[in-house]
Structures are given as structure tokens and as C-alpha cells.
């Protein structure tokens, strides 16, 4: 399998953009999840689909963030309009619906916000 | 709230010195304990699930072992290539499938 892919791998915008990160998960998993990386607050959940149902929004930081998913195989995170402390990286990661399966990371998408 | 916390934050081992990396959690109901390893510029790659107290998983150098209140993962006569940051994450029976994820131990093998 492919894996987990996200696109693009390396984005740089000015503050006020809209910036939009896509992410293909891997075949057959149900369960969708966005992450934020930052050094100073490590890996943290932003959101996370079911079925490709929004099932905990509760690490979406502000307003600026939504993300969707309009089919299995497909989800974008977007940031409109972005800002500087938005840098960090954003990591996708799919896993079979259900509890205490692995979920398999992306590579990533190192968001540069100036 | 689910809570993990990983020490020492960093290691530096020379090649072949064993030694084990701690994972404390608080989590209301454990449905599973899970080790990453992450290397620079990529995303985290699976290792273990953990699911119960007394449970142990090898691969290769890496064994994992968990208690009611910590988990280690012990790495026995390391090399080079096993250098990268180590995550623990834990999932909680009232945290739905989300993860909680500890900041990670920062590992260096030296030749």
C-alpha cells in the first residue's frame, strides 16, 4: 500500500493567506486524523473523522481552521486566513474505525507562516 | 484528561549500551498503550500496541513492557540507525479514538 499521503510537503505564505493541506489516507482505513507538530507543544489532535463524519473538533484551535472530508479517500485542513503561529507541521493519519488500532501517520506538511 | 509524560526528555548512548525509556500515563480506563518512533522531517511510524498490565512486544532491539502506570521501552545494544525521538501515546475508554501523545524521548546512539 501507499500509505498515507499528504500534499504539498512544504508550504510558505504570508500572513492573512489561505492556505489549504490535503491528505489521502490509506485504502480501507475509516478513521482520519489531523495533527499539529510544534516544539514547544509536540504532537496535538485537531480533528478527527469517522466515516468521513467530523467526530472531535475540540483541538481545532480558532474559527480560521475548518476541515472537511467529502469522500473516503480525501481531506483537506485549511487556515484562512493564516498567521505566523500557525507554523508548524501538520500530519494526517489514518487507522481502521474502531478502538485501539494503530494509526498510521503521513509524512507531513511543514506550514511556514511570515 | 488523558496525561503522558516521557523521560528523560533526551538520551545519548554510545553504541551497544542498553537502556530503557519511561512513559508515565493517566488515563480514566486504558484501551491502549502506543509506542512511536520518529525520525527528523517524517511523520511517526508504529511500533507497539500495549493493551494491558504485564503485557511485553519485541521487535528487533526494541522491547515494550506496560504496567498500570508506565510503560517502558527497552532498547538493548542500540546502533546508530536507531537514533530518533521515541513517542508514547495512550487512548482512554472516555477519549473516544483520539490519542493522546507525550512530547517524546529524543534518542542519540553514538559509534
Known amino acids: 500500500d501507499a500509505g498515507v499521503i499528504q500534499s504539498p510537503r512544504h508550504e510558505v505564505t504570508e500572513m492573512g493567506q489561505e492556505v489549504t493541506l490535503r491528505c489521502k489516507p490509506i485504502?480501507?482505513?475509516?478513521?482520519l486524523f489531523w495533527y499539529r507538530q510544534t516544539m514547544m507543544r509536540g504532537l496535538e489532535l485537531l480533528i478527527y473523522f469517522n466515516n468521513n463524519v467530523p467526530i472531535d473538533d475540540s483541538g481545532m484551535p480558532e474559527d480560521r481552521f475548518s476541515a472537511k472530508m467529502p469522500n473516503a479517500s480525501f481531506s483537506t485542513l485549511k487556515i484562512q486566513p493564516s498567521e505566523p503561529r500557525d507554523s508548524a507541521v501538520y500530519f494526517c493519519?489514518?487507522?481502521?474505525?474502531?478502538?485501539?488500532?494503530?494509526?498510521?501517520f503521513g509524512p507531513g506538511t511543514r506550514l511556514t507562516v511570515t | 484528561e488523558d496525561q503522558v509524560t516521557q523521560s528523560p526528555e533526551a538520551l545519548r548512548l554510545q553504541e551497544g549500551e542498553s537502556s530503557s525509556l519511561n512513559c508515565s500515563y493517566t488515563?480514566?480506563?486504558?484501551?491502549?498503550l502506543f509506542w512511536y518512533r520518529q525520525d527528523p522531517g517524517k511523520g511517526p511510524e508504529f511500533l507497539f500496541t500495549l493493551y494491558s498490565a504485564g503485557e511485553e512486544k519485541e521487535k528487533e532491539r526494541l522491547k515494550a513492557t506496560l504496567t498500570k502506570k508506565e510503560s517502558f521501552l527497552h532498547i538493548t545494544a542500540p546502533k546508530p540507525e536507531d537514533s530518533a525521538t521515541y513517542l508514547c501515546?495512550?487512548?482512554?475508554?472516555?477519549?473516544?479514538?483520539?490519542?493522546?501523545f507525550g512530547t517524546g524521548t529524543r534518542l542519540t546512539i553514538i559509534p
Open positions: 485504502s480501507g482505513h475509516n478513521s
Open positions: 493519519a489514518s487507522s481502521r474505525a474502531g478502538f485501539a488500532y494503530e494509526q498510521y
Open positions: 488515563v480514566s480506563g486504558l484501551r491502549g
Open positions: 501515546a495512550v487512548q482512554g475508554y472516555f477519549g473516544n479514538e483520539k490519542l493522546t
